[in-house]
């Protein structure tokens, strides 16, 4: 049912957040979805139609205006589209965005949102499946959310509107069409992972797709038997450590799912925690599942060998259970 | 209006013209399969741009596209099937399936590269205009892109590059939002989104030399690559060519709304009913038709020999297209290949 | 030559004018101390740029700059010990130290940021300005970039999208390359890499109003600023003032090879003898002594009165050097505080 | 001695790659050190005046021309300057030349090196002070060189110009007057660390600027008594991890220098490690010096409290022998 669609509960979440403050307003060149979900998007353009500044295809451009605007008074919420536009923004996103309050002494904030839908979207080819995530953990000062239910959408746009900190939305295409429960939940504290589903035997970590492709691992590796805990990043940057070595210390056994490239990736991060902090909590080594170092190719087989599907999460676990 | 182009290269023009139109429609045919990954886009209406601007080039030159590459493919002479495949994603492509439709190349042919990133490909374009430059050779890069990429920096900054240093390179701005009223600020796909409202305007105060074309006018672009080439090979620096087309009916999304092209109205200037509300198109805009109405008029082909070249080109492509259903996909482990030269 | 602004404003802004120059004389000074962190880019030369459209602006306006941020602070009427304190890395400067020379600011004066990367200052500029307008506020956005600034595609971006949507911004280019050869290509700081010979071709291909106006003559920077920004309130959009400098001899490096300076000079029309080689910067280049001049001969204000402005700017610079030098650098716990808005 | 400078060697190895080559090219807007280096690097630019493209500042318009060129048969070494800069040519770097070799199904090479100034230059304040590495590492098809002493430079420039691969040269602005041995080494095999110094008591791994520190508290280490081993990484990206494996499998600590922010960093991929392929190596945590989650500021004292100093280096060495 529509009603149900991440994809709709996304666009009442932002239609929330413009209603109810007129200075939240929409820059971009995109919208919040592909082609295919126009239609429950234009709903959205039409009643916030002065609140839109429609730009030119420039997204460096108006990357930084959204910069300025949000130093003078805005909310703006920045539709750059395919994740992989977000490169062409890059110096506004990672270099000034992130680092104007602390080079104002904590004077000048910037409340602003870079919406993009990042990730193997299928058949996008290799210049258009960027996951700029990881990358985007390099920058201080940048706030990452990746709300992947329903549920939680709305309580994370809340909560990254009220931090005032520049935030960056990593949205998957592939999240449009899922359905799940759209209860929203309580405001979250932003920095605090979520245990989505409990379990013993083994963690599974994910964000965004992956986080949706852990839990129909999960309900596939209860039927043979092994009872998985899952856990929901819900944001990059704070990254919950507590959360997942908690977790991790119950079950001493951790897949993550990550279609990021394999190095200096989420889960390269994830897994570098049990070095340190999260020291002697393993029984067994991590199981890192990221789409290989390889471009990403357009034919259907070669793209779909190389994505972190559940089938190889379901794997890795039994692997770890062994 | 065909004048200075040989008769020969009419035809051949012409052939390619229409060996684009029915590449597009088989493209249209397999995506209603849903047999095409990902979106694509079509060049259905701009045909007498690639195939002018490329049919005036040396095997020597290089071509650069974006997302909407598949005519200049054709116009460079790439192999239907081969083109076909790449865009299924199968082995049988140029790419082995790993480039599909944004990226389509044919390297042998000095294609090297289609960018699907809006403007992208003009900086790299305007590089190997300067390695012609630099190795001495009598060579030019030309790059096609829309007037979308206007809108980007990437190609303010490779322009200006490209004039201080006069480099031998032709920037061919596939104007498709020619129709669109021209007052600014649209804001959509195909909307004129740049406050240059003469887009040519911007490489004129670069100091470079620049033309504007109908898109219809296959001579003219013939004419205008031509000499652009020359002036670049003589050392003076790139040329800024704008090429107006009106935007096809179906060009937002890849469903036939003018049918598929029967060469005979060209002569019998029929719009058929069905398609009655996009009459311009047929009597107006398409330049497949229009260029063989030239071409009857001009007496440099009659309609028995467009006839006879339409069969032959729908043949070729009959085996194209059953040469990319034939061709495989890729195995799994060739996702792995490629990632560095080898 | 000073015709328009009134008489009080002329002397505030030759105080103003007196007091950059102060400020980076006491820069250069600590930096051949080594006591400056980092390199740094002083604004001598071109005061009456910064100082003539600062004054044209209101409170509720906002101001950005670059790397050349010194004197544009000063102009909006930042306390030059804080300034100074600032670019020293003390935490008696605006940002805590934390800033320094690059990234001066003083947001309780709308002076928010000012970036270190070249052009990245104009897109944000340009999105004050939608604020402006989307908040329907009677405010501009003004924005201080040098022409090196219009070598990045984010300038072309920015304006673009200004022009369109009718933003109420001032880009004002301070063209200190002006005596530069205008021939493009030069590759270096301080020399025109713009195929666009007259900067304000582009603004003007943009359908922007466009000014150029000589640095030295302050009148006319504060009228044109007046007039942009009564038209941006008018909601005609943006406009692009180019200012057009001689570049400082001693631009390059921080030294005074012009040696400090000596308000007499204005009318003793002295150039020292160790200074001969750069007598044309006494005579004509320097803003602060040519507007001394101007004054002088329009009777706006004698001999006795400069000096005395002169001493008091010298007075008041005295103890920001103090303020800044006697403030302690930030304890390293500092380093901590700050990254999140609180 | 001027002529043991790294800079210097480093120009030397940048013209001797150019005497070798006439299709070598230098292109962009700056050159291979800072303003006060400008005496050494004039005589390679007035030996090769013809061979170099002089751009406007353009980083995104001139590494997208090097693209072009590598692809025509010239090899561009690209002078971005600042690593800072390289953001605004993030599309060209990390979504144009790392993707086409693939895009072509390997007909298409694309043999050009992107050169900048990374890291901490001391006083750079936050927007002259990037450290893109790690965010380069999650460029699949690129690859990252970072050579560290002057005897590395010439042999890896070499190597990875036949490697033909699209190289980021992952200089440090800090490096150019550190002496060291100059006599060039063997070419080597991209993706071999070299271990510069042998010790059997904890593994301390580098690169770049962080290599030298390195060295420097291993001197120190050895006066306390304490006998360390040094692994210089010399690429990020291949990168190896045999050999880091190999040195904490006999010494069983590791202390990782890295100025990069610590999230999704060189060093948690390098942590990372141990929980998976290098499993059990570890006798204690992992120490990771990273700069901390924080804008550059301009500030010395806060600057210096934030870099992985040669104390820190020595300070957590000692920590792990205790
Ligand atoms: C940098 C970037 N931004 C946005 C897009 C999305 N996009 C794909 S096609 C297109 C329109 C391009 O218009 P134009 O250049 O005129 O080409 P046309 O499709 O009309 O041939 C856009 C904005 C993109 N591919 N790259
Ligand atoms: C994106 C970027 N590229 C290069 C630089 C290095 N850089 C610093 S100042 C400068 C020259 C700027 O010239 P202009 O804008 O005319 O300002 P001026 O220094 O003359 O006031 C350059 C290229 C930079 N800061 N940012
Ligand atoms: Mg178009
Ligand atoms: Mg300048």
């Given at each position: ?11 009442k ?21 592909g ?21 030119p295809?420039?997204?460096?451009g ?22 992989s ?58 706030q ?44 979250p ?17 994910g ?11 999960a309900?596939?590796?209860e ?80 793209e779909l ?18 | ?56 080039l ?25 083109t ?50 630099q ?14 990429a ?145 071409l ?34 890729p ?12």
């Open positions: 049912m529509a009603e149900t669609m991440f994809g709709v509960t996304k666009i979440a932002v239609g929330d957040l413009m209603r109810r403050d007129e200075n939240v307003v929409i820059i971009g060149g995109a919208n919040f979805g082609l295919l979900h126009s239609q429950y998007i234009k709903p959205l353009f039409d009643e916030f139609d002065d609140r839109i500044l429609r730009t295809s420039a997204e460096l108006f990357c930084g205006l959204a910069v300025g605007a949000a130093i003078a008074g805005l909310y703006p919420i920045v539709t750059i589209g395919t994740g536009f977000a490169f062409e923004a890059w110096p506004q996103i990672v270099n000034e965005a992130p680092n104007i309050t602390y080079m104002s002494g904590g004077k000048v904030k910037v409340p602003v949102m870079f919406h993009a839908l990042v990730g193997i979207r299928i058949s996008g080819a290799a210049q258009h499946s960027a996951r700029p995530q990881a990358m985007l953990m390099q920058a201080a000062g940048l990452i959310i990746a709300p992947s239910r329903a549920s939680d959408v709305g309580p994370l746009l809340q909560a990254a509107r009220e931090s005032e900190r520049p935030t960056f939305w990593i949205d998957h295409a592939l999240l449009f069409e899922e359905t799940g429960g759209v209860e929203p939940g309580p405001i504290a932003l920095g605090k992972a979520a245990i989505v589903r409990r379990g013993k035997d083994v963690t599974l970590v964000y965004s797709i992956d986080l949706v492709r852990c839990l129909k691992a309900a596939k590796l039927k043979a038997g092994i009872d998985a805990e899952v856990i929901d990043l819900r944001t990059l940057c704070p990254l919950d450590s507590d959360t997942i070595c908690e977790s991790v210390g119950k079950t001493g056994r951790l897949v993550i799912a990550d279609e990021c490239y394999p190095a200096a990736s989420v889960a390269s991060e994830i897994a570098s925690i049990f070095t340190d902090k999260g020291w002697g909590l393993l029984k067994k080594p991590v199981k890192r599942l990221n789409f290989p170092a390889v471009p990403v190719p357009l034919s259907p087989p070669l060998h190389l994505i972190p599907t559940v089938d190889k999460i379901v794997a890795a676990a039994k692997q770890l259970m062994n | 209006m065909i004048p200075v182009m040989p008769k020969d290269d009419c035809l051949e023009a012409f052939r390619k013209m229409l060996l684009i139109r029915r590449l597009e429609e088989a493209c249209i045919d397999a995506a209603q399969e849903k047999r095409v990954p990902g979106h694509f886009h079509v060049y259905i209406g701009q045909e007498a741009t690639g195939v002018g601007v490329i049919s005036a040396d095997k020597g030159d290089f071509i650069y596209s974006t997302h909407r590459n598949h005519g200049h493919l054709i116009a460079r002479g790439a192999d239907p099937g081969m076909l495949a790449e865009i299924l994603g199968k082995s049988g492509g140029y790419a082995g399936g790993k480039a599909g439709t944004l990226h389509g190349c044919a390297p042998d042919l000095n294609f090297p590269l289609s960018s699907g990133i809006v403007a992208s490909i003009i900086p790299i374009a305007a590089g190997t205009a300067y390695a012609m430059k190795r001495k050779l009598p060579y030019v890069s030309a790059v096609l892109f829309g007037e979308g206007m809108e980007e920096g990437a190609a303010y900054e490779a322009l200006n590059i490209a004039s201080l240093w006069k480099l031998p390179v032709l920037f061919i701005c596939e104007n498709n939002s020619a129709e669109v009223d021209r007052k600014p600020g649209g804001g959509q796909y195909h909307a004129p989104n740049n406050s240059i409202i003469e887009i040519t305007d911007l490489a004129r105060v670069m100091g470079m030399t620049t033309v504007i074309i109908d898109g219809l006018d296959l001579d003219a672009v013939w004419t205008g690559a031509r000499d652009a080439r020359a002036r670049a090979i003589r050392g003076e620096g790139p040329t800024f060519i704008e090429v107006r087309t009106d935007t096809w009916p179906g060009g937002q999304w890849p469903t036939l709304v003018t049918g598929r092209t029967d060469i005979r109205h060209a002569w019998t200037n029929e719009v058929p009913s069905q398609y009655a509300k996009n009459a311009k198109w047929f009597t107006r805009n398409d330049p497949v038709l229009s260029v063989a109405r030239k009857l008029m001009l007496g440099i082909a009659g309609k028995e020999e467009l006839q006879k070249i339409d069969i032959s080109v729908s043949h070729q492509m009959a085996g194209a297209v059953e040469f990319a259903n034939q061709s495989p996909y195995p799994a482990e060739d996702a792995y290949a490629h990632v560095w030269p080898t």
